[in-house]
């Protein structure tokens, strides 16, 4: 059973008087271990259908199921369970916490956790996670005295600690210079191929696409060689907000 | 759902990473905290003062007064009957429980000589030493008269200072006798100056004596309306001077015409009042059924007999009393609550402030799994731990401007615990209701919004 599978997805913004369709009409599916990368200029809808299958936003109409269950008709409490349990986020940006040593950084996400694992297995979790992305000498070290890939890659240890099937990279090099990249992108394809981790690489840099194994083109709200969907069939589920 | 001690954690790592602004913020709470302490503790202080001068005046004190006699129809107005004893008094100190001390009081007004000098006080009270401890006036010189002195009946008196400067204008008069309706009574003690009673009459114008010496040596009878000016004519003159061939027989025997024109007065043990003080003027009610219900009993009255006595209390001034502490209280209560409406509004600025430079912080705490409830329970548990932290110095900081009062000066303090337990409530209430606002706002962001913040 594929991991993600999304039919029809139309994404609607409320501008005053008219709407604003960023998506027309996205369906696609990946099969859980995909390494894909999701290309498009900046606004293509590309961004808008990230924060869908990231379960920060739903859309207008059209189903999405990730790992069997139906996210469009999900609460914005089971969507917040769902992205804690199976979703790891990376950011261009990194979004770790000031002042906030890597270690507590990458333990963030336990504290939103449901499992019932003890502080210390977390701790331990954490620990054998930054050693794997090569920062074991710099667990007590704040983002400040951390370079940028070195930042990206506390990052990128928070996003596993959870144990999550899907990991989003949103632009995860745009921050980095290309020897950085380089090395960040390799570790995702080991993650990949090591542990199977289904990585979803958001970007617009054809090289980095270049890494994953499929790459989606996203143009005007469609994926590049679907049709519009000119009307939303009588199976969609319409929700609203 | 989240748990309480996570949140907690969360919580105060997020104040750590700010402490300046922390203790700034919560500088209002501490502030605010520290007035109410300080406010409180020395307006107990003053109250209680206040309380304790009120007191002074007589508002914790009841009179009882010998009720009317009356013989054929006629009536001889309040206090002529002549049942009240010191026996009574003895009695309701001891028996009444919501009474501290009570003693009989013997009054009169005679004319005191030392030397040349010669004086009418406003109050002469023939007494026990419990009276001291009613009207709470204490000696200056010398020393009260004791119990010995009431059962023995001595010739001894205390004066008060009124007294002292009419009768000895060169001071000194401890050990000196002075005439007393021509008893002689030695000076035992000076009384503390008292100053105008509320009537405006002058308190320290007083003899003291021991009422058994009063009674039975120098007045003679319950109520001696005696006329100074024909007591003073009387002075000095005798049958000798009149008639000197005559020899006089001093004693003669009276003939029973005489007998029966002048009967020999019966000495009635009888007291004019009875003073009864009381611990607090709460008590008053209490004390004075209790008292009723005692000496009816002891004088034998009948259920439906109307009472030979009556009791009389200063209920205005317990009144007043009531309300000044009222009054005290409320206005306190006002500042208290202004303070830390103040220091509230300084928690929820802080808070929201807060809230928008940490949006980034938000959304990241969103996208990895945060629930809305769980920041609204992380922004008000923070501000809470502010409030929280703000009332334990608050506490420290009011304990010391209170005792810092205390030895400058000099004002009256009392230590409140009801006002600190208060204060710890109040911090976590303001945290809840300020910090709710800032909470809710930083719940209801968009994760996506968020993340994108600037």
Same mark, same amino acid.
């Given at each position: 059973?594929?991991?993600? %599978?999304?039919?029809?997805?139309?994404?609607?913004?409320?501008?005053?008087?008219?709407?604003?369709?960023?998506?027309?009409?996205?369906?696609?599916?990946?099969? *859980?271990?995909?390494?894909?990368?999701?290309?498009?200029?900046?606004?293509?809808?590309?961004?808008?259908?990230?924060?869908?299958?990231?379960?920060?936003?739903?859309?207008?109409?059209?189903?999405?199921?990730?790992?069997?269950?139906?996210?469009?008709?999900?609460?914005?409490?089971?969507?917040?369970?769902?992205?804690?349990?199976?979703?790891?986020?990376?950011?261009?940006?990194?979004?770790?916490?000031?002042?906030?040593?890597?270690?507590?950084?990458?333990?963030?996400?336990?504290?939103?956790?449901?499992?019932?694992?003890?502080?210390?297995?977390?701790?331990?979790?954490?620990?054998?996670?930054?050693?794997?992305?090569?920062?074991?000498?710099?667990?007590?070290?704040? *983002? !400040?005295?951390?370079? +940028?890939?070195?930042?990206?890659?506390?990052?990128?240890?928070?996003?596993?600690?959870?144990?999550?099937?899907?990991?989003?990279?949103?632009?995860?090099?745009?921050?980095?210079?290309?020897?950085?990249?380089?090395?960040?992108?390799?570790?995702?394809?080991?993650?990949?191929?090591?542990? +199977?981790?289904?990585?979803?690489?958001?970007?617009?840099?054809?090289?980095?696409?270049?890494?994953?194994?499929?790459?989606?083109?996203?143009?005007?709200?469609?994926?590049?060689?679907?049709?519009?969907?000119?009307?939303?069939?009588?199976?969609?589920?319409?929700?609203?907000? | 759902?989240?748990?309480?001690?996570?949140?907690?954690?969360?919580?105060?790592?997020?104040?750590?990473?700010?402490?300046? %602004?922390?203790?700034?913020?919560?500088?209002?709470?501490?502030?605010?905290?520290?007035?109410?302490?300080?406010?409180?503790?020395?307006?107990?202080?003053?109250?209680?003062?206040?309380?304790?001068?009120?007191?002074?005046?007589?508002?914790?004190?009841?009179?009882?007064?010998?009720?009317?006699?009356?013989?054929?129809?006629?009536?001889?107005?309040?206090?002529?009957?002549?049942?009240?004893?010191?026996?009574?008094?003895?009695?309701?100190?001891?028996?009444?429980?919501?009474? !501290?001390?009570?003693?009989?009081?013997?009054?009169?007004?005679?004319?005191?000589? %030392?030397?040349?000098?010669?004086?009418?006080?406003?109050?002469?009270?023939?007494?026990?030493?419990?009276?001291?401890?009613?009207?709470?006036?204490?000696?200056?010189?010398? %020393?009260?008269?004791?119990?010995?002195?009431?059962?023995?009946?001595?010739?001894?008196?205390?004066?008060?200072?009124?007294?002292?400067?009419?009768?000895?204008?060169? @001071?000194?008069?401890? @050990?000196?006798?002075?005439?007393?309706?021509?008893?002689?009574?030695?000076?035992?003690?000076?009384?503390?100056?008292?100053?105008?009673?509320?009537?405006?009459?002058?308190?320290?114008?007083?003899?003291?004596?021991?009422?058994?010496?009063?009674?039975?040596?120098?007045?003679?009878?319950?109520?001696?309306?005696?006329?100074?000016?024909?007591?003073?004519?009387?002075?000095?003159?005798?049958?000798?001077?009149?008639?000197?061939?005559?020899?006089?027989?001093?004693?003669?025997?009276?003939?029973?015409?005489?007998?029966?024109?002048?009967?020999?007065?019966?000495?009635?043990?009888?007291?004019?009042?009875?003073? &009864?003080?009381?611990?607090?003027?709460?008590?008053?009610?209490?004390?004075?059924?209790?008292?009723? !219900?005692?000496?009816?009993?002891?004088?034998?009255?009948?259920?439906?007999?109307?009472?030979?006595?009556?009791?009389?209390?200063?209920?205005?001034?317990?009144?007043?009393?009531?309300?000044?502490?009222?009054?005290?209280?409320?206005?306190?209560? @006002? &500042?208290?609550?202004?303070?830390?409406?103040?220091?509230?509004?300084?928690?929820?600025?802080?808070?929201?402030?807060?809230?928008?430079?940490?949006?980034?912080?938000? +959304?990241?705490?969103?996208?990895?799994?945060?629930?809305?409830?769980?920041?609204?329970?992380?922004?008000?548990?923070?501000?809470?731990?502010?409030?929280?932290?703000?009332?334990?110095?608050?506490?420290?900081?009011?304990?010391?401007?209170?005792?810092?009062?205390?030895?400058?000066?000099?004002?009256?303090?009392?230590?409140?615990?009801?006002?600190?337990?208060? !204060?710890?409530?109040?911090?976590?209430?303001?945290?809840?209701?300020?910090? $709710? $606002?800032?909470?809710?706002?930083?719940?209801?962001?968009?994760?996506?919004?968020?993340?994108?913040?600037?």
């Amino acid at each position: 059973m594929e991991l993600i %599978r999304i039919s029809n997805i139309v994404k609607t913004y409320q501008l005053g008087a008219g709407g604003l369709q960023v998506l027309k009409g996205v369906s696609l599916s990946i099969q *859980p271990g995909e390494m894909v990368a999701l290309m498009g200029a900046s606004g293509s809808g590309k961004t808008t259908l990230m924060n869908i299958l990231g379960c920060l936003d739903r859309p207008t109409s059209g189903r999405y199921f990730l790992d069997g269950e139906e996210i469009s008709r999900m609460s914005v409490n089971q969507r917040a369970l769902v992205r804690n349990e199976k979703i790891g986020f990376v950011f261009q940006n990194f979004n770790l916490l000031a002042r906030t040593t890597a270690l507590e950084n990458v333990l963030l996400p336990t504290a939103y956790s449901d499992a019932p694992v003890s502080g210390k297995t977390h701790r331990q979790r954490a620990a054998d996670l930054l050693k794997q992305v090569g920062l074991a000498e710099r667990m007590d070290h704040e *983002p !400040s005295q951390l370079s +940028g890939g070195q930042q990206q890659r506390v990052a990128i240890a928070r996003s596993l600690v959870n144990n999550p099937k899907l990991l989003l990279a949103d632009e995860p090099t745009g921050n980095l210079d290309s020897r950085t990249s380089e090395e960040v992108l390799e570790m995702f394809q080991e993650l990949n191929r090591t542990k +199977g981790i289904t990585i979803l690489l958001v970007t617009h840099d054809a090289n980095v696409a270049a890494h994953a194994q499929r790459t989606i083109h996203i143009r005007d709200g469609l994926i590049d060689g679907q049709p519009p969907a000119a009307e939303a069939p009588p199976s969609a589920v319409t929700t609203t907000g | 759902m989240l748990k309480l001690s996570t949140t907690l954690t969360t919580a105060l790592r997020a104040l750590q990473r700010n402490p300046l %602004r922390s203790a700034l913020t919560t500088l209002g709470i501490i502030i605010g905290i520290a007035a109410v302490i300080a406010m409180v503790q020395i307006g107990e202080g003053s109250s209680a003062a206040i309380k304790q001068t009120i007191a002074n005046m007589g508002a914790n004190e009841l009179i009882i007064f010998p009720g009317a006699a009356a013989s054929g129809g006629v009536s001889f107005g309040g206090g002529s009957a002549v049942t009240l004893t010191s026996a009574d008094a003895d009695a309701v100190a001891r028996d009444c429980p919501s009474v !501290s001390a009570a003693a009989p009081v013997v009054n009169g007004r005679m004319q005191l000589v %030392r030397d040349s000098r010669n004086w009418v006080p406003q109050f002469i009270a023939g007494t026990t030493p419990a009276y001291f401890t009613i009207r709470d006036w204490a000696i200056s010189q010398g %020393r009260m008269f004791g119990n010995d002195d009431v059962s023995g009946a001595n010739e001894v008196c205390v004066l008060g200072q009124t007294v002292v400067h009419q009768l000895f204008p060169s @001071g000194k008069p401890l @050990g000196k006798t002075i005439l007393v309706n021509q008893v002689p009574l030695k000076v035992i003690g000076i009384l503390q100056r008292k100053g105008a009673n509320m009537m405006g009459m002058d308190q320290d114008d007083i003899l003291v004596m021991p009422w058994t010496t009063m009674k039975y040596r120098v007045s003679g009878t319950a109520l001696q309306n005696q006329n100074q000016s024909s007591a003073a004519a009387n002075n000095g003159f005798s049958t000798d001077q009149l008639y000197p061939e005559t020899s006089q027989n001093l004693y003669p025997v009276p003939s029973s015409v005489e007998t029966a024109d002048l009967p020999q007065p019966v000495r009635f043990p009888n007291v004019n009042t009875i003073m &009864v003080s009381v611990p607090t003027s709460a008590q008053i009610p209490q004390a004075m059924k209790e008292i009723t !219900s005692l000496l009816r009993q002891r004088h034998h009255l009948r259920a439906g007999e109307p009472s030979d006595f009556n009791i009389r209390n200063l209920a205005e001034i317990s009144h007043a009393l009531g309300q000044t502490s009222r009054l005290m209280t409320n206005l306190l209560t @006002g &500042v208290a609550l202004i303070s830390l409406m103040v220091g509230g509004v300084g928690i929820m600025n802080i808070m929201l402030v807060s809230v928008t430079e940490r949006t980034r912080e938000i +959304g990241l705490r969103m996208a990895i799994g945060a629930k809305p409830a769980d920041i609204l329970g992380q922004f008000i548990l923070e501000a809470i731990v502010l409030c929280l932290f703000g009332g334990a110095l608050g506490i420290l900081l009011g304990q010391a401007m209170s005792s810092v009062v205390k030895a400058v000066l000099h004002w009256p303090i009392q230590l409140s615990a009801p006002a600190m337990v208060a !204060s710890v409530a109040v911090s976590v209430a303001v945290g809840l209701v300020f910090g $709710y $606002y800032p909470a809710w706002k930083a719940s209801r962001l968009d994760p996506i919004e968020a993340l994108r913040y600037e």
